[in-house]
């Protein structure tokens, strides 16, 4: 059989595949097909030549009397792989019982992904371990170094953060503008401060806080083209507030309980919601001047509380995946995504994104991090085992024990956060260098619970 079909010129194709950079871009493509070793090539090249494309077209339409220099853009880094449940699902099957019931927290009960398997909803060993201090000692800092993402925001006084969120907030948006009372705000976000419930390990003030800056970087990385002065304004105030009020227990709980608030919110997303309601409802009361939006227009109120509701909704861990599979479609698409509703996702993909942003910080910062987010599951393990209700067996160990602790974090970031990010740096391609943190904890994770089971196995020796 000949290698070239009839009716084909051999110098025709090969000055066509010249003139039109053919051999160059396959080149390109294969080359990044090997790096990426994606399990769904076709796909992979597919998104590719989207890519490309997308290139061309933003080209050809500069302006041709700029300045040379400018004209020049990197190429977009190659498409990530996709997320897609059902991978997902087959390397789940690999893992630990514990790792599998931790993302089982983030799927929707309708969603098919975590295979025919039934996951162990009860547990029954109850383990003892001794609990670590932890030092808060007073730093002050001021507004700007908060930014920084080696801060160590556990190590200052909860109440000393108060000013600088005041502070941070008339930083970053034009109240006068927007009509905005500063008095008012500033009465707000004490108000906020006072309602987030300091005894939880995690979620309290200074992670609300937290969030609030992060959401400021990613904004000023380039998430601010996303946005309007009023949904820009919306989204910090979304983020401080996003888990005021928390009990530090989990919407299962509340559910199972048949707490008041699952009653009130139909067991739908219920701390999100009782977050977003509370947030104005320590506006609006009538006890406290705290309307910091009374001077405001209706149409542009309707735009922040419209805002705000968003992105608080959009930390809940049953929509995850939804959103991750929303963003990897809108950085694919690009130009030819629907303008308002690129704007929205990407907001909610920004408060989302702070709101998991534990993993992409320093080791040191994210091991603090990851210690109380574990503490808050055993205690909660230890109050449905008191209750007699069913818990989920990676919430029971204490994070003392280190085995546990390295296999729920090496899960909780293979699975749920690196997806995520990876997909972010798609559209805001300067946080790069927090996917490499990222990977750096991992390694950490793993090298910590290798370590901790080698020594356990020596121990029965």
């Given at each position: 059989?000949?290698?070239?079909?009839?009716?084909?010129?051999?110098?025709?194709?090969?000055?066509?595949?010249?003139?039109?950079?053919?051999?160059?871009?396959?080149?390109?493509?294969?080359?990044?097909?090997?790096?990426?070793?994606?399990?769904?090539?076709?796909?992979?090249?597919?998104?590719?030549?989207?890519?490309?494309?997308?290139?061309?077209?933003?080209?050809?339409?500069?302006?041709?009397?700029?300045?040379?220099?400018?004209?020049?853009?990197?190429?977009?880094?190659?498409?990530?792989?996709?997320?897609?449940?059902?991978?997902?699902?087959?390397?789940?099957?690999?893992?630990?019982?514990?790792?599998?019931?931790?993302?089982?927290?983030?799927?929707?009960?309708?969603?098919?992904?975590?295979?025919?398997?039934?996951?162990?909803?009860?547990?029954?060993?109850?383990?003892?371990?001794?609990?670590?201090?932890?030092?808060d000692g007073e730093v002050r800092v001021r507004s700007r170094e908060v930014l920084d993402w080696n801060?160590?925001?556990?190590?200052?006084?909860?109440?000393?953060?108060?000013?600088?969120?005041?502070?941070?907030?008339?930083?970053?948006?034009?109240?006068?503008?927007?009509?905005?009372?500063?008095?008012?705000?500033?009465?707000?976000?004490?108000?906020?401060?006072?309602?987030?419930?300091?005894?939880?390990?995690?979620?309290?003030?200074?992670?609300?806080?937290?969030?609030?800056?992060?959401?400021?970087?990613?904004?000023?990385?380039?998430?601010?083209?996303?946005?309007?002065?009023?949904?820009?304004?919306?989204?910090?105030?979304?983020?401080?507030?996003?888990?005021?009020?928390?009990?530090?227990?989990?919407?299962?709980?509340?559910?199972?309980?048949?707490?008041?608030?699952?009653?009130?919110?139909?067991?739908?997303?219920?701390?999100?919601?009782?977050?977003?309601?509370?947030?104005?409802?320590?506006?609006?009361?009538?006890?406290?001047?705290?309307?910091?939006?009374?001077?405001?227009?209706?149409?542009?109120?309707?735009?922040?509380?419209?805002?705000?509701?968003?992105?608080?909704?959009?930390?809940?861990?049953?929509?995850?995946?939804?959103?991750?599979?929303?963003?990897?479609?809108?950085?694919?698409?690009?130009?030819?995504?629907?303008?308002?509703?690129?704007?929205?996702?990407?907001?909610?993909?920004?408060?989302?994104?702070?709101?998991?942003?534990?993993?992409?910080?320093?080791?040191?910062?994210?091991?603090?991090?990851?210690?109380?987010?574990?503490?808050?599951?055993?205690?909660?393990?230890?109050?449905?085992?008191?209750?007699?209700?069913?818990?989920?067996?990676?919430?029971?160990?204490?994070?003392?024990?280190?085995?546990?602790?390295?296999?729920?974090?090496?899960?909780?970031?293979?699975?749920?956060?690196?997806?995520?990010?990876?997909?972010?740096?798609?559209?805001?391609?300067?946080?790069?260098?927090?996917?490499?943190?990222?990977?750096?904890?991992?390694?950490?994770?793993?090298?910590?619970?290798?370590?901790?089971?080698?020594?356990?196995?020596?121990?029965?020796?």
């Amino acid at each position: 059989m000949p290698l070239v079909p009839d009716g084909i010129d051999l110098e025709q194709m090969a000055q066509y595949f010249k003139d039109n950079d053919v051999e160059d871009f396959l080149v390109d493509m294969l080359l990044a097909l090997a790096k990426s070793k994606p399990v769904d090539p076709e796909e992979f090249m597919i998104d590719f030549i989207r890519e490309r494309r997308m290139k061309r077209k933003s080209t050809d339409t500069e302006d041709e009397e700029e300045d040379d220099d400018d004209d020049v853009e990197e190429m977009p880094p190659p498409p990530v792989e996709r997320f897609n449940k059902q991978r997902m699902s087959v390397d789940l099957q690999s893992e630990s019982d514990t790792v599998r019931n931790f993302v089982a927290e983030w799927v929707d009960e309708n969603d098919d992904v975590l295979g025919p398997q039934k996951l162990k909803r009860l547990g029954t060993a109850k383990l003892n371990f001794a609990r670590r201090s932890t030092d808060d000692g007073e730093v002050r800092v001021r507004s700007r170094e908060v930014l920084d993402w080696n801060h160590d925001f556990l190590a200052q006084d909860p109440r000393k953060t108060v000013p600088i969120a005041q502070s941070l907030l008339e930083d970053y948006v034009d109240c006068d503008k927007l009509g905005v009372d500063k008095k008012r705000l500033d009465t707000w976000i004490e108000l906020v401060h006072e309602n987030y419930i300091a005894e939880n390990p995690f979620h309290h003030w200074v992670h609300g806080f937290h969030v609030m800056t992060v959401v400021i970087t990613l904004l000023s990385e380039g998430g601010d083209v996303f946005t309007t002065p009023l949904t820009h304004f919306a989204a910090l105030i979304g983020a401080l507030s996003h888990d005021v009020g928390h009990p530090g227990f989990n919407n299962d709980y509340l559910v199972k309980s048949k707490n008041a608030l699952a009653i009130r919110y139909n067991d739908n997303a219920v701390l999100e919601n009782m977050h977003a309601a509370l947030a104005f409802e320590l506006m609006l009361g009538e006890e406290v001047q705290a309307n910091f939006l009374h001077a405001m227009p209706t149409d542009d109120f309707a735009v922040v509380r419209k805002t705000v509701i968003s992105v608080i909704l959009a930390t809940d861990m049953k929509v995850h995946f939804d959103i991750v599979s929303q963003l990897q479609a809108f950085a694919s698409a690009k130009g030819d995504a629907d303008e308002d509703k690129s704007k929205d996702l990407v907001l909610r993909v920004i408060v989302h994104a702070a709101d998991l942003s534990n993993p992409v910080l320093p080791t040191e910062r994210a091991r603090d991090w990851a210690y109380r987010a574990v503490l808050e599951f055993h205690n909660q393990a230890e109050l449905e085992k008191k209750e007699g209700l069913p818990f989920a067996p990676f919430m029971e160990p204490h994070p003392d024990n280190v085995i546990e602790l390295a296999k729920l974090q090496v899960g909780f970031v293979s699975f749920v956060v690196k997806p995520y990010w990876l997909a972010l740096t798609q559209i805001l391609p300067r946080l790069q260098h927090r996917v490499d943190q990222l990977e750096e904890n991992l390694r950490y994770w793993n090298k910590t619970k290798e370590e901790a089971l080698a020594k356990a196995e020596g121990d029965k020796q």
